[in-house]
């Protein structure tokens, strides 16, 4: 189930450990901020399927993904960082 934020917006985690400013079509931004080595954003519920089909390549290698629904724990430990 995604986790979702007091105004509904939907936790996405990157899988790779850094920071990340992505933008989906149409200019819209999301920043993907590290915590306890967590890259996590809060994305509009409209933009999701958008920032989950943005890939990663490397080396000639097929398009990985980059980004996944962030669990439970993800949030809380996020979150947690964020409020300290």
Known sequence: MPQKNSIGQIALK????SPKLVTIPGNK?????????????????????????VKHSCCGGNPQPQFVY??????R????AAER
């Open 14 to 17: 990157r899988l790779r450990q």
């Open 29 to 53: 931004q999301y920043y993907f901020a590290v915590q306890y080595n967590i890259s996590l954003a809060w994305v509009d519920p409209e933009d999701v399927n958008k920032v989950l089909a």
């Open 70 to 75: 962030a669990s439970e724990r993800d949030v």
């Open 77 to 80: 430990m996020w979150t947690g």
